[in-house]
């Protein structure tokens, strides 16, 4: 069963930056697209962005694009780069992976994924 773990949340004032991980234990990431996600109070989960397994290819919510950028080492972790952050950034921020290490296109779609982390928190204000 993979397991995911995100890191990196924290309080950021407007305009700040923060690098989110998602870190796979026991097994690697090699072969599976990852997702991000997130959900602010009081809303729904949204998909923010993804990555295909092999890392050509990326998605982004158009809320973030210019400002956020997914990447990854392939082996065991996802970055999540969020710079010129803003409040409505605010949310708890999950990394989801599915098994497809042959497409040629990664999904913001939720149910599209089958394992997820925890969540980390990442709070933007003054």
């Known amino acids: 069963q993979l397991q995911l773990v995100e890191s990196g949340g924290g309080l950021v004032q407007p305009g700040g930056t923060l690098r989110l991980s998602c870190a796979a234990s026991r097994f690697t990431l090699e072969g599976y697209a990852v997702g991000w996600f997130r959900q602010a109070p009081g809303k729904e989960r949204e998909g923010v962005s993804c990555i295909t397994a092999r890392g050509s290819v990326t998605n982004y919510v158009d809320s973030v694009k210019d400002r956020f950028t997914v990447s990854r080492d392939n082996a065991k972790t996802v970055y999540l780069q969020m710079n010129s952050l803003k409040p409505e950034d605010t949310a708890v921020y999950y990394c989801?992976?599915?098994?497809?290490?042959?497409?040629?296109?990664?999904?913001?779609?939720?149910?599209?994924?089958?394992?997820w982390g925890q969540g980390t928190q990442v709070t933007v204000s003054s």
């Open positions: 989801a992976a599915d098994w497809r290490p042959y497409r040629l296109s990664c999904t913001l779609s939720q149910g599209s994924y089958k394992f």
